[in-house]
């Protein structure tokens, strides 16, 4: 199984914060990358796949990048509602495995 | 809109089984596939498995073999997943979710339904 490690676990952040999350393959996984964001007791919501792809609908202050296996997802300015927890998973197989997720609360 | 609905609760004895319904609107149901994922409480998320809305063809995670059964009924577009001989770490957020893969090669949960709670309690 692929192993997805993401960092930080959890950060402090305030509306306008520019804020990173990196997530880390055990493997390469050639861009089959893709974040969600979870609001609990909600539907979680497919944010960005293939690594950089942003879903229809999403914001422009999302974005992926990343290669081999290290991706990263970047808010470039932080929003009220984008206050929630974020996972990282990996398609390059067919057993998809998640990363334990960012928590991302207000300062 | 695209809509996967499922049952807000289930209580199971340690031993029973569940069956997790998932009613999807606003797609051509055949033309996707369908994820189960869970959730245990303050936990990530855990791949189950998956079905192909065409062809029923499943794929599990060898950890759930034996006691999962995931099925579709395709007139009624719902995705079922059983599970037997429950313990109580099966307590858990149970999703399921469109998946772009239809044939198995390549999976992408996409669309998700809010989950169904199961809780394994004596």
């Known amino acids: 199984d692929i192993q997805m490690t993401q960092s930080p676990s959890s950060l402090s952040a305030s509306v306008g914060d520019r804020i990173t999350i990196t997530c880390r393959a055990s493997?390469?996984?050639?861009?089959?990358l893709n974040w969600y964001q979870h609001k609990p007791g909600e539907a979680p919501k497919l944010l960005i796949h293939s690594s950089s792809s942003l879903e229809s609908g999403v914001p422009s202050r999302f974005s992926g990048s990343g290669s081999g296996t290290d991706y990263t997802l970047t808010i470039s300015s932080l929003q009220p509602e984008d206050f929630a927890i974020y996972y990282c998973?990996?398609?390059?197989?067919?057993?998809?495995?998640f990363g334990g997720g960012t928590r991302v609360e207000i300062k | 809109q695209v809509q996967l609905v499922q049952p807000g609760a289930e209580v199971k004895k340690p031993g029973a089984s569940v069956k997790v319904s998932c009613k999807a609107s606003?797609?051509?149901?055949?033309?996707?596939?369908v994820s189960w994922v869970r959730q245990a409480p303050g936990q990530g998320f855990e791949w189950m498995g998956w079905i192909s809305g065409y062809s029923g063809k499943t794929k599990y995670v060898e950890k759930f073999q034996g006691r999962i059964t995931m099925t579709t009924d395709t007139a009624t577009s719902t995705a079922h997943m059983e599970l037997r001989s429950l313990t109580f770490d099966d307590t858990a957020m149970y999703f399921c979710?469109?998946?772009?893969?239809?044939?198995?090669?390549?999976?992408?949960?996409?669309?998700w339904g809010q989950g169904t709670l199961v809780s394994v309690s004596s």
């Open positions: 493997q390469i996984i050639n861009n089959y």
């Open positions: 979710a469109r998946d772009r893969g239809v044939y198995g090669d390549y999976l992408l949960p996409d669309y």
């Open positions: 998973q990996q398609s390059y197989t067919t057993l998809l495995t």
């Open positions: 606003g797609y051509t149901f055949t033309n996707y596939g």
